[in-house]
């Protein structure tokens, strides 16, 4: 199969480069020169693993091509895939489409011969109703079917994803597609990956409520970690004890500051708006969305409590930067809101991170960046994990106490084990768990609850 890829972000580029893994010949199409340049000259403008590998292979095995030139490749597609961005527009958080109406309107002008084109993006329901009128209306004689196809790769695991998914979900309206599309994922039935044929719209929605869902999910697990630091008990085993049952599940019980990402935040925000707009409002999401954004902020209270009260002219050490770890991906990471809560405190923070500190620059003020773990935390009061990057799970506990000024460490993936970090003579504070610390404080709760 020949497909272009309009877009070489983070979606489009993973996926061009396994589609051109599977064998298929895959153009990536994007508008910015400068990136499209780094990719051919062997560059990868954004971290996750094994993609340069991948990229480099299926290059050289001419594959996979990189071009700004859209019209020559979409001539000759047998299916062109819409993997633009699709941020929250300003202003009112619903999903700027704009991006997508303009690639389908340049995809107009440039068909030869039938052509099914693919929104890859994720996008509100109805776009596919909407890039099918923007195409028909521009190109009255083109020949074409429009489907859906949402993508659901995890940064830090998007290869593994895309190549052994979950399943794969199309959505379709005219059946000329059916038969492109299932050639196009012909290689993952080896694997016997569920494909899910819907209608288009229903596609566009499974998408959202997906990723609705595991945000809510998440937000579940901090507020019951909340109720665990109130009453003494453990989050984690609560999790545990959940999640062993498998209506539930144990995945995405983890607490700790609240989701962020190129994903979660942005589409719960437009399901909710989208949900608003045809008067069948989503309360749990709606719920979801103010108690995410209002615990970043309340992670760094939680730091700054950790402190005593008192933190200006203090310096905090922070690791992790990014909303996850295995990438550098820093929008609407938890870190932003808890760093500029310590700063708006007074405190001057320093910070490290494997692979986010280039980003956070652009994004974050007077912040001082370190080379290391032991580094960041020479001469702080506090240090905080954000991030649970595999640099930070085994840590010399007593090495990262000798170069504190204090040694408070307040662990907000719950990495360590209350007593190891204790142990080591830090005042540890974690994420709904007892420790000597967080005794203390249900102590002084009960006795004035009383």
Known sequence: MRIVMIGSGYVGLVS???????????????KDANKIARLRAGGIPIYEPGLDELVARNVAAGNLVFTTELSEAVGQADVVFIAVGTPSRRGDGHADLSYVHAAALEIAGALNGFTVIVTKSTVPVGTGDEVERIIRECNPAADFAVASNPEFLREGAAIEDFKRPDRVVIGIEDERARAPMEEVYRPL???????????????????????????????????????CEQVGADVQEVARGIGLDDRIGARFLHAGPGYGGSCFPKDTLALMKTAQDHDAPLRLIEATVAVNEQRKRAMGRKVIAAMGGRVRGRTVAVLGLTFKPNTDDMRDAPSIAIIRALQDAGAKVRAFDPEGMAAAEAMLSDVEYAESAYAVAEGAAATVIVTEWDAFRALDLKRLKAVMAEPVLVDLRNIYPPAQAEEAGLRYVSVGRPGKFEEDATTSNRRRAA
Do not use: Q, W
């Open 16 to 30: 061009g480069a396994c589609f051109a893994d599977f064998g298929h010949h895959v153009t990536c199409v994007d």
């Open 189 to 227: 039935s080896l694997n016997k990956a569920p494909v899910l044929f819907t209608s288009r719209r229903t596609s566009e929605l499974i998408k959202y409520a997906a990723n609705a869902f595991l945000a809510m999910k998440i937000t579940y697990i901090n507020e019951m970690a909340d109720l």
